[in-house]
């Protein structure tokens, strides 16, 4: 079965600072790869999603992330952070040859001082 | 992105008593809906694979006698927590798959469930 691993539990940066998230999958087959926010009080946002073509993949908010098939990564970045990308970040993989369900990794907790 | 609705936001109740949660799609129809449990600063545990018209598929470890997911229209699926214990508290949140098309869902507010 698919997992998806999340290697940073607590990020703290201050404004205006670079940032990269890491995620690696574990599937032997073709993936969709998904990164979500969730932002204080806020419902599950879809940040951007990968499914085929260039693997860089701009998403909102100034969110990018590159799928890297050799290494299984799909890490998150952005080049400068403001203090309302607060919130919470969860790596998502579904084995797009198997099934529909999307299964998440355990989540990035991101806190921007200002 | 699409819309979808859960109700209640936020229910607390007795334990021995049975709650029901509701998700509506309102975009879209949704031949499949998601659940999933998510514990304090933890993430997205799927639960259940709700299908229109048929019985839900359930993940390994979790009860289906327990959560009972009934997906009777194409806009709507509702987990019911039988006999609610203090250890079920917890936010669900459903997700909807489009019907056709790329595997792309959306997701709910999420409920809050919490069992005295």
């Known amino acids: 079965a698919q997992s998806v691993s999340q290697h940073n539990h607590h990020v703290i940066l201050s404004e205006a600072a670079s940032l990269e998230l890491g995620c690696n999958y574990s599937?032997?087959?073709?993936?969709?790869l998904f990164w979500y926010v969730q932002y204080p009080g806020q419902h599950l946002q879809l940040l951007l999603k990968?499914?085929?073509?260039?693997?860089l993949v701009k998403g909102i908010k100034g969110f990018e992330a590159e799928f890297i098939k050799s290494k299984f990564s799909f890490n998150l970045r952005k080049p400068s952070v403001q203090w309302s990308d607060t919130a919470e970040y969860f790596c998502?993989?579904?084995?797009?040859?198997?099934?529909?369900?999307?299964?998440f990794g355990k989540g990035t907790r991101l806190h921007i001082l200002p | 992105g699409a819309v979808v609705s859960q109700h209640p936001s936020w229910v607390i109740c007795k334990s021995g008593t049975s709650v029901k949660i509701e998700c509506r799609s309102l975009?879209?129809?949704?031949?499949?809906m998601f659940w999933y449990r998510q514990f304090p600063k933890q993430s997205l545990m799927l639960m259940a694979t709700?299908?229109?018209?048929?019985?839900?598929?359930?993940e390994q470890g979790v009860e289906k006698d327990k959560f009972l997911i009934n997906h009777a229209s194409l806009t709507l699926s509702t987990l019911t927590v039988t006999s609610a214990h203090p250890e079920d508290s917890s936010f669900y949140i459903c997700?909807?798959?489009?019907?056709?098309?790329?595997?792309?869902?959306?997701f709910g507010p999420g409920t809050r469930l919490t069992v005295l």
């Open positions: 709700s299908n229109e018209g048929s019985k839900a598929t359930y």
């Open positions: 998502a993989v579904n084995a797009r040859d198997r099934d529909d369900k999307i299964i």
């Open positions: 975009d879209f129809q949704a031949t499949t």
């Open positions: 990968y499914f085929s073509g260039d693997p």
């Open positions: 997700s909807v798959r489009r019907t056709s098309g790329i595997n792309e869902q959306f």
């Open positions: 599937y032997g087959g073709t993936v969709n």
